[in-house]
């Protein structure tokens, strides 16, 4: 167990749907990061999070959208589902401070299980 | 664009003997170096990094080199043992970029008993 909980774990909708993907990172972490990785794909970043903030966008549809609440858990969520954004959905967390300029090491991520979303 | 590659999508060895997996990227500006392990239904999960700084970096059976000229980076297994079988995930970052790591596309690796 990574310390990051992400459900649900397996999801099967339908075209033109809306779904929500909930993550709650590792005790401590400020940090949240949405990856999306599709089959024989590498993962591809999203979006990323630092207490409640947006701080980083990647690559993400303007169907999809995610925010981090106050108690630091986070949603994904995926509107007018199409059968390309059939994936698996990873989230991951660090204790990096967005702000920080490391000088501790690599930014660490932890990663969930991951949701796998098949739309069909 | 693909900042990070993996060109080799499988690689099988015998156990005992060494595992090599590549990695090629893009950007001179990449702060640090990471390789996560995968296995199925499983997130990915943190095996070594090393800086830009540095040349080398090792952690038990795993060592990783890194070629700043050539912009590659290599992940030595030795020796390989079949629990090591795995996807193998190369990923780099940027001081100023918040912290999110770019992936490549992954290397399944099979050791063989």
């Known amino acids: 167990d990574s310390g990051v909980t992400q459900t649900p774990k397996h999801l099967i909708t339908a075209t033109g749907q809306r779904v929500t993907l909930r993550c709650s990172p590792r005790s401590g972490d400020l940090s949240v990061y949405w990856y999306q990785q599709s089959l024989d794909q590498g993962l591809q970043f999203l979006i990323q999070y630092y207490n409640g903030e947006e701080r980083a966008k990647g690559n993400i549809l303007e169907r999809f959208s995610a925010q981090q609440f106050p108690d630091l858990h986070s949603e994904l969520n995926l509107s007018s589902l199409e059968l390309g954004d059939s994936a698996l959905y990873f989230c991951?967390?660090?204790?990096?401070?967005?702000?920080?300029?490391?000088?501790?090491?690599?930014?660490?991520?932890?990663f969930g299980a991951g949701s796998r979303l098949t739309v069909l | 664009d693909q900042q990070v590659k993996q060109n080799s999508p499988s690689l099988s060895v015998q156990e005992g003997r060494i595992s090599i997996l590549n990695c090629d990227y893009t950007?001179?500006?990449?702060?640090?170096f990471l390789w996560y392990k995968k296995y199925p239904a499983e997130g990915p999960t943190f095996l070594i990094s090393?800086?830009?700084?540095?040349d080398k970096n090792e952690d038990g059976r795993f060592t990783v080199f890194l070629n700043k000229s050539a912009k590659h980076l290599s992940l030595h297994i030795v020796p390989s043992q079949p629990g090591d079988s795995a996807v193998y995930f190369c990923?780099?970052?940027?001081?100023?970029?918040?912290?999110?790591?770019?992936f490549g596309q992954g290397t399944e690796l099979s050791v063989k008993p």
């Open positions: 991951a967390s660090s204790p990096r401070t967005a702000w920080a300029r490391n000088a501790l090491g690599a930014n660490v991520l932890t």
């Open positions: 090393i800086s830009s700084i540095k």
């Open positions: 990923a780099a970052e940027k001081y100023n970029q918040g912290g999110k790591l770019i």
């Open positions: 950007n001179s500006m990449f702060d640090y």
